[in-house]
């Protein structure tokens, strides 16, 4: 099969015609382009309406769910439902960024009416992120359709583990209608969670790519807490664990968040997303968060230079400057890299983003800072302490590996169990 990964090669440009201009990168050099023959994918809400439909009859059914819950055709799973006569919808559950993924992240969403179906909306990023009896109370079907993004402290996954948890004591079957995971369903990277930091940026122990579709994650979830909740996956169709991510398919990207913009901003995304827990930037603000990495006090094109001496697989460097509109440094120029994939099968985004908060407190010790905290923010994304610590006693990115290498391993043999898809 044609490596569909190529298809990120030809969207780059020469790293030197980056270089000398990092605000507005020169043209790339038109390369000879290659034909890919589009994959079709089923989402898992097709699959439930051609062939499952029976399963809703005479049932109460909720939707958790957001604006990544469409079909091929970008129709939502709410309008969906709701013009289907033999289902009757009769709840809404939002997870963080809402119903229609408007909230910034950390926002508290509100319970109340969805102005467009007219629908109860039930929050569980608000007063409580655990679904309450009232609640769940007369519901007899609660089905999930979010969009993950392959990465332990997207929320999303721990809202699908405290509702699988709340539907074991009221009752309700769970239904999981499932939809690809962007960053394939082959490598996993990362420590897996220890309990001391666990948190809603990290619920279960797992790495932080954990290489599973939702379905497959609330398998485990059920099987591992050994709940009784009654559960169901509805597969897609077509999609399989090393297809590469979102490339020549027939599913809209939508966004699940704000900020996650793109396809490629879930590719790093594993990575960069540690700078949360730091005083730099990840690029919330800009036109390309989580792709760019800069502060007011970083030489862009020296980091660059680090960065890309290194040899990451799968990933180049570009010195860029930005001005956030919001966040950290909000209309302040800050300068960095941006950090572009060029392989989706080697790169490691993980491993990557260590290396990159490395190079930063490495050549800025005196203006660099992990956010405080008790533990702090950075050690809950990378659920332990280890990575922090690592950094700030100069240990070489290969040691910081090892350490949580034997868990890692454990988890591969885990997650074996409840795969779904070849």
Same mark, same amino acid.
């Given at each position: ?6 298809? &990120? ?53 909720? *939707? ?51 102005? %467009?179906? =007219? *629908? ?18 007369? #519901? ?43 960053? =394939? ?21 797992? +790495? ?5 579709? &939702? ?35 027939? *599913? ?35 036109? %390309?968060?989580?792709?760019? #990495? =800069?502060? +007011? ?19 180049? &460097? ?28 080697? &790169?490691?985004?993980?491993?990557? =983003?260590?290396?990159?908060? %490395? ?31 690592? #950094? ?31």
């Amino acid at each position: 099969m044609m490596r569909i990964f190529l298809t &990120f090669v030809i969207a780059l440009f020469p790293l030197a015609a980056v270089a000398a201009d990092p605000i507005q990168p020169k043209a790339p050099t038109p390369i000879k382009s290659i034909a890919i023959p589009i994959r079709h994918i089923t989402p898992g809400i097709e699959a439930l309406l051609s062939d499952q439909l029976a399963l809703l009859k005479g049932k109460r059914v909720a *939707l958790l769910t957001n604006q990544t819950g469409v079909d091929r055709k970008g129709v939502s799973d709410v309008d969906l439902l709701r013009a289907h006569p033999a289902i009757n919808l009769v709840a809404l559950f939002s997870p963080e960024h809402g119903v229609r993924g408007e909230a910034q992240a950390g926002e508290k969403v509100a319970s109340g009416i969805d102005p %467009k179906s =007219g *629908l109860p909306v039930h929050s569980l990023y608000g007063e409580t992120k655990m679904p309450t009896d009232k609640m769940m109370h007369g #519901i007899d079907i609660v089905l999930v359709d979010l969009q993950d993004v392959g990465t332990r402290f997207y929320t999303y996954s721990s809202t699908l583990l405290f509702m699988l948890r709340a539907a074991e004591k009221s009752g309700a079957e769970v239904i999981v209608l499932d939809r690809p995971n962007p960053l =394939g369903g082959v490598m996993i990277e990362g420590p897996v969670l220890e309990p001391a930091f666990a948190s809603f940026v990290g619920s279960f122990a797992m +790495p932080v790519r954990h290489g599973m579709t &939702f379905g497959e994650l609330a398998q485990m979830f059920v099987g591992e807490e050994k709940l009784r909740t009654r559960l169901r996956v509805i597969p897609m169709r077509g999609w399989n664990r090393d297809l590469a991510p979102y490339v020549a398919w027939d *599913l809209p990207w939508v966004p699940p968040s704000p900020n996650m913009r793109t396809p490629r901003t879930a590719e790093v995304y594993p990575g960069t997303a540690l700078f949360e827990g730091t005083n730099i930037s990840e690029g919330r603000g800009s036109e %390309k968060p989580f792709e760019y #990495i =800069g502060a +007011p006090f970083i030489d862009g094109a020296a980091l660059a230079e680090r960065l890309n001496a290194m040899g990451l697989p799968g990933v180049a &460097f570009a010195p860029i400057s930005f001005t956030p509109d919001f966040s950290k440094y909000a209309g302040q120029p800050c300068h960095g890299v941006w950090v572009i994939p060029t392989n989706s099968t080697t &790169f490691q985004p993980f491993r990557t =983003g260590i290396a990159l908060v %490395k190079a930063v407190h490495g050549m800025y010790p005196d203006k660099f800072e992990f956010r405080a905290g008790s533990p702090s923010f950075f050690d809950q994304l990378a659920g332990t302490d280890t990575v922090r610590k690592g #950094i700030l006693d100069g240990k070489a990115v290969s040691e910081i590996e090892a350490e949580w290498q034997p868990g890692l391993d454990a988890f591969r043999q885990l997650r074996a169990r409840y795969l779904i898809y070849p």
